[in-house]
């Protein structure tokens, strides 16, 4: 998929580095909390450290960090970040074959390649369509080179924009997303949905090494 922008002379995007950490920790603060406005279910945890988790997302594997910089009077200002990341749904080539039948009976579908958008966020200040697309043909033209087959992204109801944008360049509304929120009491004792921890044996007598229950480490592992 090949597509075309026009790009303004005072707009560029560049991959961050950690560096452009501290620059871009406040924009991707300012992105959740504009989540948590439109869906007040989604709650920001009031110590939540922004600097290590950027750093953390810069950091991994197969994870990207695009940044849209203004230009302007000789200096070159951060107005904007988006950040991607790719998977494989296929099992992974050294995934050992006694696992294999297990991530087989959990995935249905046709593995696919996938590019994940987990977030795009622009100082309102400028929010140009033609900056807008600088940054967004950025993911769109990483994805195309790590050869995905899929673009996965969720868009808000009110980002009309957006959606129009995205349409201009062949992607299709696969779905809908419909919330309901639940209040819980805290004191309320409440069933347990987390995953069984595989489980530990002794060490091996032989080998002095830990044993673990191969079904209960699949179910861990595999959990998606």
Avoid at 62 to 89: A, M, P
Avoid at 108 to 129: A, K, N
Avoid at 158 to 168: D, I, S
């Amino acid at each position: 998929m090949t597509n075309t922008t026009t790009i303004p002379q005072d707009y560029t995007q560049r991959l961050a580095t950690l560096d452009d950490v501290p620059t871009v920790a406040p924009l991707w603060k300012a992105l959740v909390h504009s989540r948590e406005h439109l869906d007040p279910a989604m709650q920001v945890k009031p110590d939540f450290d922004f600097t290590e988790y950027v750093t953390f997302q810069i950091t991994k594997p197969h994870s990207y960090c695009f940044l849209l910089e203004y230009h302007q009077n000789n200096q070159t200002t951060i107005v904007g970040c988006l950040f991607v990341y790719f998977y494989d749904e296929n099992p992974a080539p050294y995934l050992d074959e006694q696992y294999r039948p297990q991530h087989e009976l959990e995935n249905p579908f046709i593995p696919r390649r996938v590019c994940s958008i987990l977030g795009m966020y622009l100082d309102p200040e400028h929010r140009d369509p033609k900056a807008i697309q600088i940054l967004a043909k950025a993911g769109i033209d990483k994805a195309e080179e790590m050869k995905v087959t899929d673009i996965d992204l969720l868009v808000c109801a009110e980002q009309t924009g957006m959606q129009a944008l995205l349409k201009k360049w062949g992607f299709k509304q696969q779905a809908f997303q419909f919330c309901k929120h639940y209040t819980i009491d805290s004191q309320e004792e409440l069933p347990d949905l987390h995953q069984p921890l595989p489980e530990l044996e002794a060490p091996s007598k032989e080998t002095g090494l830990t044993q673990r229950n191969p079904v209960s480490t699949v179910n861990h592992c595999f959990n998606t």
